[in-house]
């Protein structure tokens, strides 16, 4: 069992940095892929990126890559999103969510736990 919080949700104006935390609990964080998604208003839940366990190998939608890094802090049971170069499009809910060991998975129902969100909003 994992429970995850994220927080450093907030508005930002176009071109700005933000960067996201999701805490989670339970000794068994180290196992689990994190990854992170976003749902914008009227839309579907969309993947962001992914960190794997252990080797730290990483994966992003291609709307993000270049602006957007995930990292993992094992010993702190954290997982981060640094965004940078926000554009208007980025304004979501962004969610955090703990894959159970196994190939990389991009698709939002392969993730079992996730958190209640955090909001992002990228004013133009």
């Known amino acids: 069992q994992v429970q995850l919080v994220e927080s450093g949700g907030g508005l930002v104006q176009a071109g700005g940095s933000l960067r996201l935390s999701c805490a989670a609990s339970g000794r068994t964080f180290s196992s689990y892929a994190m990854g992170w998604f976003r749902q914008a208003p009227g839309k579907e839940r969309e993947f962001v990126a992914r960190i794997s366990t252990s080797t730290g190998s990483t994966r992003y939608a291609d709307s993000v890559k270049g602006r957007f890094t995930i990292s993992r802090d094992n010993p702190k049971n954290t997982v981060y999103l640094q965004m940078n170069s926000l554009k208007p499009e980025d304004t979501a809910i962004y969610y955090c969510?703990?894959?159970?060991?196994?190939?990389?998975?991009?698709?939002?129902?392969?993730?079992?736990?996730w958190g209640q969100g955090t909001l992002v909003t990228v004013s133009s």
């Open positions: 969510a703990a894959q159970p060991p196994g190939p990389t998975q991009v698709v939002a129902t392969r993730y079992d736990y």
